[in-house]
């Protein structure tokens, strides 16, 4: 069984069990959190439920496992013969997830 839902601006496959990354949360560590913009739901045998735009009275739950930053995005700005460089950076945070049910 898997369900595809939207959170964040971005749409996630998941089935149960599975841990994935998702834009940060404000939630604590080790929370039960329910996101109830279902778009899907297939149990994975030729069953598929697509909702219009989203379906009623579905719901994924997960726990939340942690809380982090990503790698480092570089942006560099050169002056060619000028000695002139500059780093500048950017770290998304993000919440790690554990489906727990799809219901």
């Known amino acids: 069984m898997y369900a595809v839902f939207k959170t964040g601006g971005q749409q996630h ?21 329910s996101f109830a ?6 149990d994975g045998e030729g069953d598929v439920r697509i909702g219009t735009p989203v379906l009623e009275g ?11 930053r990503g790698p480092k995005l570089d942006v560099v700005k050169v002056k060619r013969r000028k000695g002139y460089r500059r780093r500048i950076g950017h770290r998304q945070g993000y919440t790690r997830i554990k489906i727990t049910q799809i219901s």
Not at 37 to 42: A, D
Not at 58 to 68: D, F, I, K, P, T
């Open 58 to 68: 579905s719901q994924v739950v997960a726990q939340v496992l942690e809380h982090g």
């Open 13 to 33: 496959r998941v089935s149960v069990d599975d841990v994935i990354q998702i834009e940060r949360l404000k939630a604590d560590t080790g929370e039960e959190i």
């Open 37 to 42: 913009e279902v778009l899907l739901i297939s």
